[in-house]
């Protein structure tokens, strides 16, 4: 069912990859009993065509200065943590525009998680590339028990930091997806992209992602996905 929103053999590559990083992911999700995945979402996504704003993960503050000259200024700072949380509640979040603010976010970061939630283990941080624009959409599915449909997908659009309006819909099979699927070919590819691993993976109970629309075109700069208890 999953390959018909496919667009074509290079994109079916990647999907070739991201099953093998999807079975590694479930394997290591139900060792360890954990119930959602951050950092790895995006990874995921990115192998199912999705366009993920440039990241890259660091375990020590020695190492973040070489690699935020590597993807440039401005920066977004990301505590990891061993359970996913929303970083915003958390203060795991910062903005960093030179040299100097990342060498003051990085234990800021890290500081407020362990101070706020004390009980989290923290595993390094995430630095990503800030993506500006004016518009965002938050995009969640969700299963309430383990089977590919029905499920219900939620957009809300928000524009200059308001919200703009919520699309809420029960969706039921195949054809209700290429029906609510934009005809904009940038987004076609995005929202084909998530049928294809929403379609596959019914152990997948909730998938959430944060697009920022650009001129030129959307990037995801966070998503998380949670499992049903194995």
């Not at 375990?59 to 996913?84: F, M």
């Not at 500006?132 to 499920?151: C, D």
């Not at 697009?211 to 990037?219: H, Y």
Request: glycine share 6%; with cysteine.
């Amino acid at each position: 069912m999953w390959r018909r929103f496919f667009k074509n053999k290079e994109w079916d590559k990647g999907f070739k990859l991201g099953k093998r990083k999807m079975k590694d992911l479930l394997e290591w999700v139900k060792k360890r009993q954990e119930e959602g995945v951050n950092m790895e979402a995006l990874e995921i996504l990115e192998f199912y065509g999705l366009p993920v704003a440039p990241y890259r993960v660091v375990r020590s503050q020695n190492e973040i200065y070489q690699i935020a000259e590597d993807l440039g200024y401005p920066l977004v700072l990301k505590a990891i943590t061993s359970k996913v949380i929303h970083k915003e509640d958390a203060g795991a979040v910062a903005l960093a525009s030179s040299k100097e603010m990342v060498a003051r976010m990085y234990p800021s970061v890290l500081g407020e998680v362990a101070s706020r939630m004390p009980w989290l283990t923290l595993m390094g941080v995430l630095v990503q590339e800030e993506v500006e624009g004016i518009e965002k959409q938050e995009i969640s599915l969700e299963r309430r028990k383990r089977k590919t449909f029905p499920f219900r997908w939620v957009t809300r659009f928000f524009k200059d930091g308001r919200e703009g309006g919520t699309r809420d819909t029960e969706v039921k099979d195949a054809d209700a997806l290429a029906i609510h699927t934009p005809q904009e070919e940038e987004w076609r590819e995005i929202y084909q992209g998530i049928w294809a691993l929403w379609l596959q993976y019914s152990q997948i109970k909730r998938l959430e992602l944060d697009i920022i629309c650009q001129p030129t075109s959307p990037k995801v700069v966070d998503a998380k996905i949670f499992f049903f208890e194995f």
